[in-house]
């Protein structure tokens, strides 16, 4: 059972323009959403959560999504820039601290 | 970054032989993670710390076990390592309350041939 779904295995984007990785859920219970990156060869790094309680949140270049009615959530980033070529994994915060990822996303920015 | 390191970095082995992987903490954080990343299936957690001795199971535990002896050092054993358990292995580290600050460590590739 896939609590989390990033049905989506590769995106690919031209420089300076919006990307926008998407999400899917079913477990109603999560009380946080969190965005990491990874980059070849190292562990995930965390780049922007938003609260179930919220819709949207901001920093920086990057913004989060919910749409609790659809189960939806989406990162953007803009401008997409060479450096935001990497995967990356949404995940569904659960409580114990526990951490429920989807498949991940290829993000390739192209020049 | 946060202090984090794993132990072996790579490491080939052989069908039925154990594997112990290590990870070690200078945050002294209180919950220590192990998960393992595949092609199609995002990082799924295998066993988890929520404190010395204090351990528990994630989604896919079967074919592993954990001890946490000390606050700094989790590890991760195959018992009798299997194809199956060809994967990349990531400790992670958080401190009680903060959703957003699992901290990942560099990884492990284990291939058993």
């Known amino acids: 059972d896939q609590q989390v779904k990033q049905n989506s295995p590769s995106l690919s984007v031209q420089e300076g323009r919006i990307s926008i990785l998407n999400c899917d859920y079913t477990n109603s219970m999560f009380d946080y959403f969190l965005w990491y990156k990874k980059y070849p060869a190292e562990g995930p790094t965390f780049l922007i959560s938003i609260s179930s309680i919220k819709d949207k949140n901001e920093d920086g270049r990057f913004t989060v999504f919910l749409n609790k009615s659809a189960k939806h959530l989406s990162l953007h980033i803009v401008p997409s820039q060479p450096g935001d070529s990497a995967v990356y994994f949404c995940?569904?915060?659960?409580?114990?601290?526990?951490?429920?990822f989807g498949q991940g996303t290829r993000l390739t920015i192209n020049p | 970054d946060a202090g984090i390191t794993q132990s072996p970095r790579h490491k080939v082995t052989e069908t039925g032989t154990p594997v112990t992987l290590r990870c070690h903490q200078t945050?002294?954080?209180?919950?220590m993670y192990w998960y393992r990343q595949d092609p199609g299936h995002g990082l799924r957690l295998i066993h988890y710390?929520?404190?010395?001795?204090?351990?528990d199971k994630g989604e896919v535990s079967d074919g592993y076990s954990v001890s946490r002896s000390k606050t700094e050092d989790f590890l991760l054993t195959l018992e009798s390592a299997t194809s199956s358990q060809t994967s990349v292995y990531f400790c992670?580290?958080?401190?009680?309350?903060?959703?957003?600050?699992?901290?990942f460590g560099p990884g492990t590739r284990l291939t058993v041939l």
């Open positions: 710390s929520y404190g010395v001795k204090d351990t």
């Open positions: 945050e002294n954080h209180r919950y």
């Open positions: 992670a580290i958080s401190e009680w309350g903060n959703t957003d600050t699992q901290y």
């Open positions: 995940a569904g915060f659960q409580g114990a601290q526990k951490l429920v």
